[in-house]
Structure formats: structure tokens, C-alpha cells
């Protein structure tokens, strides 16, 4: 039931942290085309970058929990 309990708690946290901030990037990206007044056009090699990034950032929030290894060889 403790296994639950911290599961369920990082399934919300990261769900509603990832909503906010695919909203936001939404937002600043509708109003930066809004303000330039032309349609926008996505780039494969914009969506290749994009994609990879992302990525990236998932592979370091995935490899957080080695943070605390280190801290426990260190004492």
C-alpha cells in the first residue's frame, strides 16, 4: 500500500506538471504566430530537434533517482 501511495502521488504531480507546462508552451507559441500574423509551418527538422530534446529531458528525469545512490555511497 506504501508503493501505491508514493506511485500514485508522482503519477498525479507529473501529469498536472506536464499539463501546466504543455498549456504554457501552447500559449506562448499561439500568441508569438498571432503577433507575426502568418500561418505557421512546422518543419520536419524543427520536429526532429524538438522531439530530441524532449527526450533528453526525460532521460535526465528518469535517471533522478541516481542522484540519491550517490548521496548514500558518499556517506
Not at 13 to 33: F, R
Not at 39 to 64: C, S, T
Amino acid at each position: 500500500m506504501r508503493n501505491l501511495n508514493w506511485r500514485t502521488k508522482a503519477f498525479l504531480i507529473g501529469g498536472a506538471v506536464g499539463a501546466a507546462l504543455g498549456l504554457s508552451a501552447a500559449y506562448i507559441y499561439v500568441n508569438s504566430v498571432e503577433k507575426e500574423g502568418v500561418q505557421p509551418e512546422l518543419q520536419p527538422a524543427e520536429a526532429v530537434g524538438i522531439g530530441l530534446a524532449l527526450l533528453a529531458v526525460l532521460r535526465q528525469i528518469a535517471n533522478l533517482h541516481e542522484g540519491d545512490r550517490k548521496k548514500k555511497q558518499l556517506r
